[in-house]
């Protein structure tokens, strides 16, 4: 019994409706889809950014942890929607950005697919674009950098190309946006329809092999006669590529091809279906075991040819190769590692430095100023005092605090981060790296995400994605909340300057504090690695997995793009998720102290009840509290701490009154508060050490979620550094009070 | 307050117990755990798969080896065969228990799963090769038929799995297995390694150990009571005969040879341009996927660039692109020799 399916016209995305819904796409609200494919490094994002200008989103491709870019443009009152897939080498699915970039060319079928092509590398990006010929005719090459092809003395005759390749080849330079108009133009007729293609095809390949592969798409076209790339779906069936399988036996490969005068098509029986698969099965047995090889040896072969007859070497070049001098210098072996620690210095410099001044501007705006009006409006209104307390003391201000401080450096960081990527010389911290972090198991990618940890524990865990193991990436996830993000560099500096730097004498007072928070920070880089060791030799053992890096060219970084892009893609995510997680975090504050039981609040209860333990591990319980309530942020630590020892010890004349929390300007002030409060030498040490090693914050508990979508890995990821730092602090307390007695 | 004296005793007590408890392999959660699998179902079927596997291997097979096998007592053993002959999966024969046809059928689907997991963990996973086996045991007692089959579906339908051991397909027919022991090889000859016997273990990571391969090539140079020499990738090493008995051969003919050590890019020179032979067998899976993808195949060009700070990785200058390679993946890519340079034709 054959089931008759009903096609539509041919270039009209609208008979492919399901795949496209699958694929989180809603084909009503635009013409054409084009899609944008290419190698890693060659300026997809910029030629994405070309086209879609602001009107562009990001997201994830739906059931995965790969971020997607989508945007809109109007070409001669059509409108055409742009897919940015991630960046692949090839398609051959062996990895998750290969399956959904392939999947969306299959499936998705966009009405023309633009693969971003670096002239400077042709050879090697050919074997992606000789890939996705094989799968569709509606291609265009964008050439791009052009400008560096020059600057090596490479020329390439893009009419030659053109030729060779059978579709339409536009050359320029994205980032000047020059070809890009040539390039939607091309797109526009190829998606259109106006302008057919005769794409090249890849054949000839070893004598039994290519017999093989024959007769096993002969088989495919008989029974599926519609499909266009029989030949590359009897390759995938002989490389035993299981999503081709499926689509095979569940006969879904039917509904990709277009009959040519647009009737209706029969579909293949499951007998059929079976058939062919049960015949390329046997077949495969029959094929060398290097058939793999053989197919790779022979698209390469194709590319080289392609490209020497394309490419005009030994034109006039510049004499000086910047790339390689930058590179002798950045990973040599006496100069690398002090070049490494400087830069990462200056980063954090500019960063603490840049941000003073915001943060006190904003801390003046919303706390100082805002923050009285609201109350002023509250008996206004006539609100009673314990929800005007409740809204404007504990939400409001928990959240001003955490903007205040959150906002000025993660501005600065993330942009001045991604300028250094932009660049080029990150990778080459991987490269430089790796061997240690491959000691303890790691991967060399993790130096990076650490380093963003250094900004913000969030964002460091999202930028794990770089790393394809998913062992590895889980390592660099859980062991990333030991890098001492910013919101945490208040309260060591503070406590720093309060306690150690006391001990020193007044000139050098400073330099000490400042080499105290350094010291906190190594010793977090050193339990990292410790952490990192001990995952993979327990509950993350295994051997390391396909390690690749590419080093790309150092390229002059787009500023402006930039600031945007790191602006909105990172900062502002992270500040609306710490938002929402600071709003209940205020509320608790000021229920815990407002709210009393018996003739006490029960913060005050927390305080005595947690006293205890807090003595056990050099801390107290006022500082237990603080850190509770302050899961969400660690930027609120300080100020809780202080509202709350005002509370128990009530002092009176400071602070605002319950559940207020508050920051006294006077560096001197507040450390007689705390000292007040009880606090000595030890206490100090100990909190900066629990500091650096408790829980992640919410938004990063969060985030670990999102990302692993395991809630084993997350209750690790969080109580991991707990338990660390509740036994280093158990250790130190108990080693210091020995060692006095 | 607590003295901080006592306080530091009782956490280096709880310490020592904790490690007591969770110590891999020795400690008494290990012990546990090996002990549950001790259970009667996990037992049977290991059974079963000894009685099938050593019939296959034309080996003895009695109380006494499966007691050694599953490392139990002669008396246990003893109890589980009269189990099977209960339930109608083994009946004593003449020379030992035989299984029948329903018995051969149970055993059969262990194997299967048992090689297919194998063959994933080998090709799909990092894990190392001597850790295959042991985890392969676990997991054959733990899928169900239908995982099986999906999972052979997942693998492409391999016939053999990473030690050379043809895999039943589900109807239980077995590809023909070929070759020869190495102890029963003349000297003199040049082999092609197509089996390594997983069990018993040491023996099976000394072979890995003195440099046996799957598909790799030796040269049988003489065969005495003491033990076989052979010679591969430029060494030579004595195999004593209870390890020979562990490795399968096929005999290739005379005008085959073995293949010259060969060069590797950890070889190659800074600067120095060369041209790939291939990619060694021993590199599987996305590992080997990925340097395809990169363009390392026969006959492209190589040039290691400049060398990290640590000093590995190593970037290699790869199609016009720079590539970082670990020195572990240099090592299994295959370079040119210098006179070759001319020579297109490559052995092997």
């Not at chain 1, 030629?47 to 562009?56: A, E, I, K, M, Y």
């Not at chain 1, 069936?237 to 006969?251: P, Q, Y």
């Not at chain 1, 945007?564 to 504050?589: C, E, H, Q």
Request: charge should be negative.
């Amino acid at each position: 019994m054959t089931a008759v399916v009903a096609s539509g016209c041919a270039g009209c995305s609208q008979h492919r409706v399901d795949s496209l819904v699958r694929l989180g796409l809603n084909p009503n609200k635009w013409d054409f889809l084009i899609a944008l494919a290419g190698n890693p490094n060659v300026g997809k994002s910029t030629v994405f950014n070309s086209l879609t200008g602001l009107r562009q989103h990001t997201g994830n491709w739906p059931g995965k942890t790969i971020a997607r870019a989508e945007g809109a443009f109007a070409y001669e009152s059509k409108r055409m929607k742009v897919v940015d897939l991630p960046g692949t080498y090839s398609l051959q699915a062996g990895s998750a950005d290969e399956e959904v970039a392939r999947d969306f060319i299959l499936f998705g079928r966009p009405d023309v697919t633009v693969v971003v092509v670096d002239a400077t590398r042709l050879e090697r990006n050919l074997n992606l674009v000789l890939q996705i010929l094989d799968i569709s005719d509606r291609v265009v090459v964008y050439l791009n950098l052009m400008d560096e092809a020059k600057r090596h003395g490479i020329g390439i005759d893009v009419a030659a190309l053109e030729r060779q390749l059978g579709v339409p080849v536009v050359s320029g330079v994205a980032r000047e946006n020059i070809g890009v108009d040539e390039l939607v133009s091309a797109a526009f007729h190829v998606a259109s329809g106006a302008e057919p293609t005769r794409p090249f095809r890849v054949e000839h390949f070893e004598d039994h092999i290519e017999e093989t592969v024959l007769s096993v798409a002969q088989h495919v076209s008989s029974v599926f006669p519609h499909v266009p790339t029989s030949r590359w779906v009897a390759l995938r069936l002989l490389n035993a590529d299981d999503a081709v399988i499926e689509v095979v036996r569940s006969g879904e490969l039917g509904r990709l091809g277009d009959t040519p005068d647009g009737s209706e098509r029969l579909m293949p029986t499951l007998a059929e279906r079976e058939h062919l698969l049960s015949t390329a099965r046997r077949k495969r047995w029959e094929l060398p075991t290097d058939f793999h090889d053989k197919i790779a040896e022979r698209i390469y072969a194709v590319a080289q040819q392609v490209s020497e007859a394309t490419q005009l070497k030994g034109l006039r070049r510049a004499g000086f190769d910047l790339d390689r001098v930058l590179d002798g210098l950045l990973t040599s072996r006496w100069l690398g590692f002090p070049l490494m620690l400087a830069i990462l210095a200056a980063v954090f410099w500019i960063t603490i430095e840049g941000a003073n001044v915001p943060s006190a501007l904003l801390a003046n705006l919303l706390i100082d100023t805002v923050h009285p009006r609201l109350i002023e409006i509250g008996e206004l209104v006539g609100l009673p005092w314990w929800l005007s307390g409740f809204l404007f003391d504990g939400i409001y201000l928990a959240t001003a605090w955490v903007v205040a401080v959150m906002l000025p450096p993660m501005a600065i960081f993330f942009p001045v981060f991604t300028l250094l990527e932009d660049f080029g010389y990150l990778p080459r911290v991987a490269f430089n790296l790796d061997a240690m972090f491959r000691s303890v198991g790691a991967h060399g990618k993790q130096a990076l995400t650490m380093c963003m940890g250094f900004g913000c524990n969030a964002a460091g865990v999202v930028a794990t994605r770089v790393i394809d193991s998913p062992r590895e990436r889980l390592i660099a996830i859980i062991t990333n909340n030991f890098s001492l993000c910013n919101g945490r560099w208040p309260t060591q500096i503070l406590i720093a300057t309060i306690f150690i730097g006391a001990l020193a004498p007044e000139q050098l007072a400073g330099v000490v504090s400042a080499a105290a928070v350094v010291a906190v920070a190594v010793f977090g880089i050193i339990v990292m690695f410790a952490a990192s060791w001990m995952l993979s030799q327990t509950v993350l053992r295994g051997e390391a997995t396909s390690f690749s890096l590419e080093l790309p060219p150092y390229r002059p970084p787009r500023i402006l793009q930039t600031l945007y892009t790191s602006v909105i893609d990172r900062t502002l995510v992270v500040l609306w998720r710490a938002v929402v997680f600071a709003v209940p975090a205020g509320a608790v504050i000021w229920l815990v102290s407002n709210i009393h039981i018996g003739d006490s609040s029960l913060a005050e209860h927390a305080v005595v009840s947690l006293q205890p333990l807090g003595f056990l591990i050099g801390l107290n319980g006022v500082i237990l509290l603080a850190y509770i309530v302050a899961i969400p942020a660690n930027e609120i630590v300080i100020p809780t701490v202080l509202m709350l020892t005002v509370l128990t010890v009530e002092m009176a004349g400071a602070g605002s009154g319950d559940g207020v929390m508050f920051e006294l300007s006077n560096v001197g002030e507040t450390g007689e508060l705390l000292r007040a409060g009880g606090w000595t030498l030890l206490t100090a040490v100990n909190l900066m050490l629990f500091s650096l090693l408790h829980n992640p914050c919410s938004t990063t508990i969060y985030t670990i979620y999102r990302e692993t979508r395991s809630k084993a890995w997350t209750l690790l990821a969080t109580f991991l550094p707990l338990a660390i730092g509740v036994i280093v602090c158990f250790l130190v307390t108990q080693l210091w009070r020995l060692v006095s007695l | 307050m607590v003295d901080p004296g006592f306080a530091l005793l009782t956490f280096c007590g709880l310490c020592v117990l904790l490690l007591v408890l969770l110590w891999s392999k020795v400690g008494l959660l290990a012990r546990w755990q090996r002990s549950s699998r001790l259970r009667e179902r996990v037992l049977l079927e290991d059974t079963l798969k000894h009685v099938f596997v050593s019939r296959q291997d034309g080996v003895v097979c009695s109380v006494d080896s499966i007691a050694g096998r599953l490392e139990i007592s002669a008396a246990r053993a003893a109890r589980l065969l009269s189990r099977l002959v209960q339930i109608e999966l083994i009946r004593m024969g003449s020379d030992g228990p035989v299984l029948t046809q329903n018995g051969n059928q149970s055993a059969v689907r262990i194997v299967r799963t048992h090689r297919l997991w194998e063959k994933y963990l080998a090709d799909r996973t990092g894990v190392p090769a001597s850790e295959w086996h042991e985890k392969a045991e676990k997991m054959e007692h733990a899928l169900s038929s239908e995982e099986t089959d999906a999972l052979e579906m997942r693998l492409g339908y391999p016939s053999w799995d990473p030690h050379g051991d043809p895999i039943p397909d589900s109807a239980g027919e077995i590809p023909p297995s070929t070759g020869i022991g190495l102890d029963q090889v003349e000297s003199d000859c040049v082999a092609e390694v197509v089996h390594l016997e997983d069990e018993p273990r040491e023996i099976y990571d000394g072979l890995l150990k003195d440099g046996f391969t799957l598909g790799g090539r030796i040269e049988v140079i003489s065969c005495g009571e003491r033990g076989i020499r052979v010679s591969a990738s430029g060494r030579e090493w004595t195999v004593d005969p209870v390890s020979a008995q562990n490795v399968s051969v096929r005999k290739l003919g005379k005008g085959e040879s073995v293949e010259p050590k060969w060069r590797t890019l950890l070889d190659a020179q800074l600067g120095e341009g060369t041209r790939v032979v291939g990619i060694s067998q021993a590199c599987q899976g996305m590992q080997r996927r990925r340097l395809l993808d990169l363009g390392i195949v026969r006959g492209a060009e190589i040039i290691p660039e400049f060398v990290s700070a640590s000093g590995d990785p190593v970037a290699y200058k790869i199609r016009g692109a720079i590539i970082a390679l670990r020195s572990q993946q240099a090592s299994l890519i295959r370079i040119e020799r210098p006179t070759e340079s001319q020579n297109s034709e490559v052995i092997g």
